[in-house]
């Protein structure tokens, strides 16, 4: 039995350790296993209910936003007090921007290097390049002299010896399949995400006071009244969202469906699916408690892949296992009742061997995040998202079936990122007729109730986030958290089901178990929100190797 120990996988954030069986080129078993300690529950406890969403915020250094407007809605919901049109309109403008940054991002410079060769480029020839991008959109600097210049830059990082993190990359391996025209055009587009993105931080920053770690979030509202009247600020929102429209239209959108063009196998086989999905929803249109605000974005659970037959969201039936998680043992919990107390880790795959707990809806597994998002919302009807998944299948004569896959995760994300940029412009416009008709309310009044719980569920980038609170005499007495990649990431349950990532895994095809680049394909899907050392375990040989991964 060979036992291949991939450490690190980079391009995701925290710790993550993954151990496959291969047997006749595929993954026969999967196990994902989280390997840091959070403990931000244990933190909390104590504290003052205000302190939540900044606490919060520091669980992750990237979706930061998410957590405090997680966090916010919890609190809202303790004390009764819900955000006013402008307050509301204002939150939905920060988060908003947050899956623009997130899902463009994740893309570029998390994912994108799964599909592309960044060394095939170099053999590209830029004149074919630039007929290759304007035959799929219409962008600047995308001329044959912009893709040289690109094509000499990385000669030179190339040849310098110094590939900083592109020197692990399995460059040349057998499931690289686009041409290096294409993986030049994808290279150029990742240099000019990475000095657009910015842009969307700024739109984050515009009513969230700053970014990371926004400040704007208060309980039953905003406490950026005078951002939200500001022109000036409403307009260099707009600026900014048109620039990162037009690169979603002219790069992102072409850019997915070329990659996608080359991989069809992957959605017609489903590699890398799962069988049940569940969100939140997201954008709410009225304020009020959980399930009666009017979701833009509908959220439902789809079991067994039925997408004919959504349900809505019972958050009664959230539980959270154990038995396979390093926590003292204890019946299944609903967050509303969880406890956190960690055990020391002992790497035991017949039982536990994994900091994150195992979140079920109903006794199942789930999968969250775009494609779930995206499934719940052509599932609801949701015309923006219907049309634009259809053009996608269309585009790719490819089945709805094709979804269920790694791939079609990463085209959710894509479409989702369309579907939320031109939502925006609306609620924009919805701020304007607010502040015209003299609504300038941000925040609504409350007082401390005794004692009380809260509930705040968000759909988010990653996925389906819950926060749960129970306070009483202004001090936190129980806080959990249930975040996507607890959803995705967890481990199997005392019934020995797999986690979605280890369901995902199973099947999987791996043609060189030394370079496991498929593997890392799927979980990079998933946009894993822990940094993570993959182990690969081979039964016919007994060879040990251990090598980095980019």
Not at 83 to 109: E, K, M, S, W
Not at 205 to 233: E, W
Not at 267 to 295: S, V
Request: some cysteine; glycine content about 8%.
């Amino acid at each position: 039995m060979a036992k291949y120990t991939i450490d690190p996988i980079t391009r995701i954030e925290g710790h993550l350790r993954i151990d496959v069986e291969i047997e006749g080129g595929k993954v026969k078993d999967a196990w994902s296993s989280a390997q840091l300690f959070r403990g931000l529950e244990i933190i909390l406890q104590g504290r003052d209910p205000r302190d939540a969403p900044y606490i919060t915020q520091r669980a992750c250094g990237v979706c930061t936003e998410v957590h405090a407007l997680a966090s916010i809605r919890a609190l809202d919901d303790a004390v009764g007090a819900y955000a006013p049109d402008l307050g509301r309109l204002a939150r939905n403008l920060v988060h908003g921007a947050q899956y623009l940054h997130d899902h463009i991002t994740h893309f570029y410079a998390l994912s994108a290097l799964d599909w592309v060769d960044v060394v095939s480029a170099l053999s590209a020839d830029p004149k074919k390049t630039a007929s290759l991008a304007n035959g799929l959109g219409d962008y600047p600097n995308s001329g044959a002299s912009d893709f040289k210049a690109v094509q000499d830059r990385l000669k030179t990082f190339v040849s310098s010896g110094q590939l900083g993190p592109f020197a692990n990359g399995y460059w040349g391996h057998p499931d690289y399949r686009l041409p290096p025209e294409a993986n030049l055009l994808a290279v150029s587009h990742y240099l000019m995400w990475l000095r657009l993105q910015v842009k969307a931080s700024r739109m984050m920053a515009l009513f969230g006071g700053k970014n990371p770690h926004i400040q704007t979030y208060v309980t039953g509202g905003v406490s950026c009244v005078r951002d939200m009247l500001n022109v000036d600020r409403l307009a260099e929102y707009l600026y900014y969202l048109k620039e990162i429209t037009a690169f979603i239209d002219n790069v992102y959108i072409p850019d997915v469906l070329a990659v996608a063009s080359f991989y069809k196998d992957w959605g017609a086989k489903q590699i890398g699916g799962c069988t049940n999905f569940l969100a939140y929803g997201n954008f709410p249109q009225k304020a009020g408690k959980y399930g009666t605000e009017d979701m833009w974005l509908p959220g439902g659970v789809i079991m067994n892949r039925d997408i004919g037959k959504p349900m809505a969201v019972d958050p009664s039936k959230i539980t959270e296992e154990v038995t396979r998680s390093w926590y003292k043992d204890g019946a299944p919990l609903h967050p509303a009742k969880g406890v956190t107390e960690p055990v020391k880790p002992d790497y035991n795959y017949d039982g536990k061997y994994s900091f994150f707990k195992a979140p079920r809806y109903q006794g199942k597994a789930m999968e969250v995040g775009p494609l779930a998002q995206v499934l719940a919302a052509y599932a609801a009807g949701h015309a923006p998202t219907k049309t634009l998944v259809n053009a996608v299948l269309k585009h790719l004569e490819v089945p709805a079936a094709a979804l269920f896959s790694t791939l079609g995760r990463t085209a959710a994300r894509c479409i989702e990122s369309k579907v939320v940029a031109d939502y925006l412009v609306e609620q924009v416009n919805q701020v304007i007729a607010k502040v015209k008709g003299g609504d300038t309310k941000t925040v609504t009044d409350w007082k401390w109730p005794a004692e009380a719980t809260g509930m705040g569920l968000i759909d988010v980038p990653r996925g389906a986030l819950g926060h749960w609170l129970h306070q009483k005499g202004k001090k936190i007495v129980n806080y959990q958290l249930v975040v996507p990649s607890t959803w995705n990431l967890g481990p199997r349950d005392a019934k020995g089901q797999v986690g979605p990532v280890e369901e995902a895994l199973i099947g999987t095809p791996v043609a060189d178990p030394k370079r496991p680049l498929e593997i890392i394909r799927t979980v990079h899907s998933f946009d894993p929100c822990i940094a993570c050392g993959v182990h690969v375990i081979d039964p016919e040989t007994n060879q040990v190797h251990k090598f980095k991964v980019l």
